[in-house]
């Protein structure tokens, strides 16, 4: 274990300036690289101590402006089409990266790290995904995935697409099997 001093506020590990004990590849592959911690030594705890408040201003700065941007995009649903089967399972997945794009284009500038997606989202239908635009702040976002625009206006308006699809199916396979018995009666003749 290695002691580093957060230079922001972490998830689940401490606020800005706390003194905290990480494994070595955790610190030396995320939080060093990212510049969210530095190393605790005499001289780094030194500087730290000088630059606290500047720190602090700027770090309040931009949490402010992220409320901003939260406020004014909130209730953002953005829409992706997609292939999928039957069931609504789809070809592929929609990872950070799809979500990160569509909210570009819905007029949020963000990159896909800032995407909070716990698992690529593999079938058709609603989903809200966390969009982080500050370590203290996140944004939820609908994300609307379906196989068409009406598919994806019907979801919108909360009507369910799979039973209605399920619906559609069980009424072909009844026709089905009607067209089967006639011409089983037919053949019998």
Known sequence: MIEVILMQRVDKLGQMGELVKVRPGYARNFLLPQGKAIRANKDNLARFERERAQL?????????EAERVAERMDGLTVVLIRSAGE??????SVSGRDIAEACKEAGLTINRSQVLLE???????????KVELHPEVSLPVQVNVARSPEEAEKQARGEDVRAEQQ??????EAELAAELSDLGAATEE
């Open 87 to 92: 069931s609504g399972g789809l070809y592929g």
């Open 119 to 129: 698992q690529p989202i593999k079938t058709v239908g609603i989903t809200t995904v």
């Open 167 to 172: 619906a559609e199916e069980e009424s072909l």
């Open 56 to 64: 602090e201003a700027q770090n309040l700065k931009r949490r402010e």
